[in-house]
């Protein structure tokens, strides 16, 4: 099973920031968190990682709590090409029997 | 583009059939991860490879076995198929290792038809 809970759809007004939150509670001190996308029914896209700091790169932002039991992805300025299905995951830094578990995620929709 | 390269992009055959499905990961990653999509589903986790060796699996069912090569390439192999097969596979790739965190990359998928 998942480890993360997504709520199962978002809208969001074209230009304006998507903030996409994800809940994962049970996280361990060794697990990242990570984000990805899929649009319609293209192979899924990384987006961003990260550990207990925040991040940031040219497609979003990663904000996580200090307890780290939650995060939220940040799309600065939506466009319609951001209506995609976003993906949630934690996955442990010891990538050796790495079953990388995707749950429900987020429809995100953004209107013109 | 991904860099992973899945082939065929469609494949339609009939239940009962045996099909195999092809991944080539990007150059340089040693991690292959194959993944089951069903219409308005979300992604299942079959079975994980790295350099060769079956890292994970996940709810893969026996009729289905998969095989990582020397060259890295990958194969997934779908037998006795049921109706129900009929899916997106997708397979990702990373660069793997233990304690190295690499995101993975999704090819473009294989659609596979069952009639």
């Known amino acids: 099973d998942a480890k993360t809970t997504q709520p199962p759809s978002m809208d969001c007004a074209e230009g304006r920031a998507a903030n996409l939150p994800c809940n994962h509670s049970?996280?361990?001190?060794?697990?990242?968190v990570y984000w990805y996308r899929q649009i319609h029914s293209q192979g899924p896209q990384y987006i961003i990682h990260?550990?207990?700091n925040n991040e940031t790169n040219e497609m979003a932002s990663l904000i996580i709590t200090e307890d780290r039991k939650s995060s939220t992805l940040i799309l600065p300025h939506a466009t319609l090409r951001d209506t995609a299905v976003y993906y949630c995951i934690v996955r442990a830094t010891k990538n050796r029997d790495d079953k990388i578990i995707f749950g429900k995620g987020t429809r995100l929709h953004i209107l013109p | 583009d991904s860099g992973v390269t899945q082939t065929p992009k469609h494949l339609i055959t009939a239940t009962g059939q045996r099909v195999t499905l092809r991944c080539s990961p990007r150059?340089?990653?040693?991690?292959v991860y194959w993944y089951q999509q069903s219409l308005d589903q979300g992604l299942q986790f079959l079975i994980h490879?790295?350099?060769?060796?079956?890292?994970a699996k996940g709810n893969i069912l026996e009729r289905f076995s998969a095989q990582q090569f020397p060259d890295l390439h990958s194969e997934l192999n779908l037998s006795s198929l049921e109706l129900g097969d009929s899916a997106l596979y997708f397979c990702?790739?990373?660069?793997?290792?233990?304690?190295?965190?690499?995101?993975?990359?999704f090819g473009n998928g294989t659609r596979l038809t069952v009639t």
């Open positions: 490879y790295y350099n060769g060796e079956e890292r």
């Open positions: 990260g550990l207990k």
């Open positions: 049970t996280i361990s001190g060794n697990e990242y």
């Open positions: 150059s340089g990653d040693l991690s």
């Open positions: 990702a790739s990373s660069v793997g290792g233990t304690g190295y965190q690499s995101p993975l990359h």
